[in-house]
Nanobody
C-alpha cells in the first residue's frame, strides 16, 4: 500500500536545529491526522506533535515554542522543524499518518521506520 519515508535526522549540538521530513510513497485517498512521535532509550514512545486535516496543531508541552509541525496535503508530506534542541530531545522520531489509501480501503494507521535524532555537545 503506502510506505512513509523519513529523512533529516542526525547529530546536532544543543541549541541547534533539525528539520525532519516524511513523505508517502504513494498518494492517499484521504488523510486525517499526521503526527510525529519519538522514543528515547528506555522510555515509552510519546506523541510530539499532531496536525489535523484542517491544519490545527498540538504539541507536547516539552516542545512548545521550539518545534513546528506542518503538512503539504498535495504532496502527502509532513515536516517537523525542531529549533533550540536539547539533549533530552534525543530519540528516534517516527512519522505517523492516519489515512485511507483508496476509497474502498478502511482508514488505518501508517508508521515510518524512524529516524535518529541525537542532541549532544
Amino acid at each position: 500500500q503506502v510506505q512513509l519515508v523519513e529523512s533529516g535526522g542526525g547529530l546536532v549540538h544543543p541549541g541547534g536545529s533539525l528539520r525532519l521530513s516524511c513523505a508517502a510513497s504513494r498518494s492517499f485517498f484521504s488523510i486525517n491526522v499526521m503526527a510525529w512521535h519519538r522514543q528515547a532509550p528506555g522510555k515509552q514512545r510519546e506523541l510530539v506533535a499532531t496536525i489535523s486535516s484542517g491544519g490545527s496543531t498540538n504539541y507536547v508541552d516539552s516542545v512548545k515554542g521550539r518545534f513546528t509541525i506542518s503538512r503539504d496535503n498535495a504532496k502527502n508530506t509532513v515536516v517537523l522543524q525542531m529549533n533550540s534542541l536539547k539533549p533530552e530531545d534525543t530519540a528516534v522520531y517516527y512519522c505517523y499518518v492516519q489515512g485511507q489509501y483508496r476509497a474502498y480501503y478502511n482508514r488505518r494507521d501508517y508508521w515510518g521506520q524512524g529516524t535518529q535524532v541525537t542532541v549532544s555537545s
